[in-house]
């Protein structure tokens, strides 16, 4: 049986795929956290726990409510939106006008809350939530097995980051969007409404998370900490790719989610690490990331 | 970032003779082990309070120098069985060039990016110590010996053992206090108020920042140091980024940017926890982040400076 540098093929593309699932959350989460930046100037520490419930709505609503999978990927975004409307406009709109460390504090706070919750209720060992029956089961490529749920996961990660591409490059919202990132007064004077499109943009970004919560449910186990392990990563990768452009953030997501399979495979010790080490070694050679602009 | 100027420029001899007094009394009235946590964390947030309150700094991984001062203290006075003035020395300076490599590269990015830099460079830390293998993985170091302090003190005492904390904690505690009042510190706090001007006035804004990063994080090991070895104990826990966050809120709760708001941060989380641990079990991470989120909301100033708020507000009505 043939083998390459060392790996048989099947182990190999198993765990390339698998990255590429892992990436394209990292792409989806930190391009969340790039647009709700860009319009509310607020890093989203509540990202992660953002993803924890979506993944535990859907949980809930299938053992619970008996709500399938394809309701709760709709059903979970709507929720955490709501909520998320709430927390805009009870909270984070308070502090628009304060250093932009304290919404920084503020989400870190609301994380600790959701994390407690559901540590209460669940423990951390993990729920696990079943594929549903029509992605069940896999094809054969010759070359490995695709199970279809994963090839799924990755298509509709990738199809929500070029929705949002599209609406925010390519849409007269998003035009509107990109100048109030730029000159909110302006915007306003103009006669629209700045302070909504900001709750809108919390919320959207916020579902988005969710999603990406409903999607990663049955690859990996629903549990409370699953969410702070992610937006950790996925500020690295922020800080690698920059924030300045959307696509930078899909590309800086998929490479890293690729590189960190590749190191699974050839060097399983540093799997857990190599982004963060790639942060570093980006911070020495370019330190605005791989797309962003020198401030 | 956000708080008031050095407030009143007076002798600070008499905050100093109180805090001795109250100190060398306090073990008689209150359980010594508590106190002792009290300080470490105390002095833990004093050094973070350097950094956030003074230079406008949030390091979001200031346990990774908290829990690496406590794991080599824990190496070098368990595995090398050296006495326990040795393994603060090494844990306190060892974390200092720990923040030397992290403040290097974090000060290379401002402001929101600085915060997420420190975090992540902390969760590489911890990764390691989970894998290493001479930190214990999931158990930490346990049973590091507390030993005889220069071969003479007994620090199995807990009453010996709270007055060199004491001591360590004043110690600390005098040098962040004469290096805010210096005028490196005046030129710390420029920075914080008006970066561009510091640079254009010709300071080399980077060397200053760096220079109160390392100092910060030599702090922050020192603390940890002591924590091993009054608790015998270098754990996981003391490099967890939850660690980094209750720094922040100590500091916050107590009053960012004040000389004696981290300590009284310190005094009131680690009374809060010890109180509600028995009452609430794992509800006490809800509390704490709902304490967060009020303080963010309507408690800025912090328990500090509302008093001094307080104070001055009454001073100018009369």
Redesign the interface.
């Known amino acids: 049986m043939s083998t390459i540098f060392g790996v048989a093929p099947q182990m190999l593309f198993g765990q390339l795929l698998l990255g590429l699932i892992n990436g394209s959350f990292y792409a989806v989460l930190s391009l969340g956290l790039a647009v709700i ?1 860009g319009m509310l100037n607020i ?1 989203n520490f509540a990202h992660g726990a953002q993803y924890m419930i979506g993944a535990f709505v859907a949980w809930i609503g299938l053992t619970v409510f008996g709500v399938n999978y394809w309701a709760a990927l709709v059903l979970a975004p709507l929720l955490v939106a709501l909520l998320s409307v709430l927390i805009e406009r009870l ?1 984070l709109r ?2 628009y006008q ?5 919404g ?3 989400t ?10 559901f ?2 209720y669940y423990g951390v060992s993990g729920e696990s939530y079943d594929v549903p029956e029509q992605l069940q089961g896999g094809v054969n490529l010759g070359f490995m097995f695709l199970p279809l749920y994963r090839a799924w996961v990755v298509l509709a990660a990738l199809s929500v980051c070029f929705a949002v591409w599209f609406a925010i490059e390519r849409t007269r919202l998003g035009a509107t969007l990109r100048a109030s990132t730029q000159r909110p007064d302006l915007v306003q004077a103009l006669g629209i409404n700045v302070p909504l499109l900001m709750t809108l943009t919390y919320a959207a970004g916020a579902g988005l998370a969710a999603f990406a919560g409903v999607l990663a449910a049955p690859v990996i186990q629903v549990n409370p900490l699953m969410g ?1 392990h992610l937006i ?2 996925v ?2 990768v ?2 690698i790719g920059g924030m300045g452009s959307i696509l930078g953030s899909i590309v800086t997501g998929l490479g890293l989610g690729l590189i960190e399979a590749l190191t699974k495979v050839y060097y399983p ?1 540093a799997s ?2 190599v982004i ?2 790639i ?2 070694i980006v ?2 050679v370019r ?2 990331g791989l797309f962003g602009r020198q ?1 | 970032m956000m708080s008031q100027g050095a407030g009143a420029r007076g002798s600070s001899a008499p905050m100093f003779a109180a805090l001795i007094v109250v100190g060398l009394v306090a073990p008689f009235l209150v359980y010594p082990t508590f106190l002792m946590k009290v300080l470490c964390f105390a002095l833990f947030a004093s050094a973070f309070n350097l950094l956030l309150g003074y230079v406008g700094l949030l390091s979001f991984g200031h346990a990774a120098f908290f829990g690496f001062g406590a794991y080599v203290c824990g190496y070098v006075c368990k595995s090398l069985g050296a006495p326990p003035e040795a393994g603060i020395l090494a844990g306190t300076l060892l974390a200092g060039a720990l923040g030397a490599m992290f403040g290097a590269l974090a000060i290379r990015r401002s402001g929101i990016y600085f915060a997420m830099i420190t975090l992540a460079l902390a969760q590489l830390v911890y990764f390691i110590e989970v894998e290493a293998p001479f930190t214990g993985g999931e158990d930490g170091l346990q049973g590091i010996p507390r030993g005889h302090l220069f071969g003479l003190i007994d620090l199995s005492n807990n009453l010996a053992m709270y007055y060199l904390v004491l001591a360590i904690f004043l110690a600390g505690f005098w040098l962040i206090h004469r290096t805010i009042q210096s005028p490196f510190g005046q030129i710390l706090k420029a920075i914080r108020e008006n970066e561009p001007r510091a640079i254009s006035l010709g300071y080399a804004v980077d060397r200053y920042k760096l220079l109160a990063f390392v100092l910060s994080a030599t702090l922050a090991g020192l603390a940890g140091a002591t924590k091993a070895i009054v608790f015998q104990l270098a754990s996981l826990t003391d490099a967890h980024w939850h660690t980094s966050g209750e720094v922040v809120l100590m500091t916050l709760l107590g009053g960012l940017g004040t000389v004696l708001g981290p300590s009284v941060g310190a005094l009131t989380i680690t009374g809060l926890e010890s109180v509600l641990a028995d009452k609430v079990g794992s509800w006490v991470t809800v509390i704490m982040g709902g304490i967060f989120v009020v303080c963010v909301l309507v408690f800025r100033r912090g328990i500090v400076g509302e008093l001094r708020a307080l104070r001055l507000g009454r001073r100018s009505q009369a």
Do not use: K, T
């Open positions: 930046f890093i909270m308070r502090l304060l250093d932009h460390l304290y920084l504090l503020l870190f706070g609301l994380a600790l809350i959701a994390e407690g919750v540590r209460n702070s950790i990563v500020f690295a922020v800080v010790e857990g690490v963060f080490l942060m570093v911070l020495m330190p605005a401030a």
